[in-house]
């Protein structure tokens, strides 16, 4: 199976910390501003004021490299029924299309409110029978896009496709939003006044380093919205791929980065076995990660009465050793955001 390179350190100056976010009640930092316009719908919402709108987010449970991929996503599905959320998303990396994975997709259909999907890069790998398209993973998913919008509970929400190949694409996982999808995006911020949250495999906020190759014209889209509004339309831009935990924020719109649910890719100079023989055997690319024990994810709440955008994060640990511990210092892995686990966060609005 293709892999993407993952980067190995960030640009210090612009990232916040999760655990540093959560403990301060002033948004400090060079990439954080200090002052917060509440929600567009902040008066008028679609719902009971006083309920805020809640959801579940889980990312890159990569079915087709776990063997206990189906545990972890039925312990999502469970705890987002027990806390009676409004939906629930994926953001990508969540099964090929193939016979051996529809066990995996009905539990992610036992949940009983609406489900959304988010397309990753590795959707379309190899299913058994040579790369499959963006198509026949939607059909399977019964997906209703590539990328489309909903409304709910007063928020407006926007999945994009960033699977797109771009004209001087050569090798590897494109990871693009071509001109007609942008055209689309465009023109549904246009005609929508709710405060809007985007959903995207690949992070705009990283052009240079696995995330969407244009990622600056994506997010200048969602600054022109906010612009034309004269007001912050564009709260957040959710994103997996990335296997990281940190939260970033740039000319007052949110990215945060949620971690994958399964595991974080240290490569072939690291291998490891982390289960038994019988399970790498079955599964051979789990000995070039490093495996989080149990599933993680996160839970969202936007409360449009009080003001605030909070992240409630499910946390575990490395199984076997961490990445800094197999070779190579926390500084090459970057540490602070290579974390078995999802960090609480809140954020006024």
């Known amino acids: ?7 190995k350190q960030f640009p210090n100056s612009s990232l916040f910390h999760r655990r540093e976010f959560l403990k301060s009640s002033i948004l400090g930092g060079a990439s954080f501003v200090t002052t917060w316009p509440v929600l567009a719908n902040a008066q008028v919402k679609n719902t009971d004021p006083s309920r805020p709108l809640r959801f579940g987010i889980i990312t890159d449970i990569h079915k087709d490299v776990m063997h206990d991929a189906d545990e972890r996503l039925r312990v999502f599905v469970e705890q987002m029924e027990r806390e009676k959320v409004d939906f629930i998303v994926q953001l990508g990396d969540f099964c090929v299309p193939k016979e051996e994975n529809l066990g995996f997709l009905k539990v992610w259909n036992t949940f009983k409110g609406p489900r959304y999907h988010v397309l990753g890069n590795h959707d379309t790998d190899d299913n058994g029978q040579g790369p499959t398209t963006r198509e026949r993973t939607m059909a399977y998913w019964k997906m209703p896009a590539r990328f489309y919008s909903f409304d709910q509970g007063g928020v407006h929400f926007v999945v994009l496709d960033g699977n797109d190949r771009p004209a001087d694409h050569k090798s590897g996982y494109p990871r693009f939003v071509a001109d007609d999808q942008l055209k689309w995006l465009r023109k549904d911020l246009a005609t929508t006044k709710k405060s809007t949250v985007i ?11 696995g995330g969407l190759q244009n990622g600056v014209a994506v997010r200048g889209i969602l600054e022109e919205a906010n612009r034309d509004a004269g007001f912050r339309k564009v709260v957040a831009c959710f994103t997996g791929h990335h296997h990281r935990d940190y939260v970033r924020q740039i000319n007052n719109i949110v990215y945060p980065q949620i971690n994958s649910a399964s595991y974080y890719w240290v490569g072939g100079n690291f291998l490891r076995v982390r ?24 839970l969202a709440t936007i409360d449009t009465g009080r003001g605030f955008l909070k992240i409630e994060g499910r946390r ?3 199984v076997g050793p961490a990445p800094w511990e197999m070779g190579e210092t926390k500084d090459y892995w970057d540490a602070k955001t290579l974390t078995a686990g999802v960090a609480d966060w809140k954020m006024p609005l």
């Open 316 to 318: 575990s640990e490395f």
């Open 199 to 209: 959903f995207v495999h690949q992070s705009p906020e990283r052009p240079d380093d």
């Open 1 to 7: 199976m293709p892999v993407f390179a993952e980067m």
């Open 275 to 298: 289960y038994s023989k019988e399970v790498d055997a079955k599964y051979p690319y789990i000995k070039y990660t490093v495996p989080y024990r149990n599933s993680i994810f996160a």
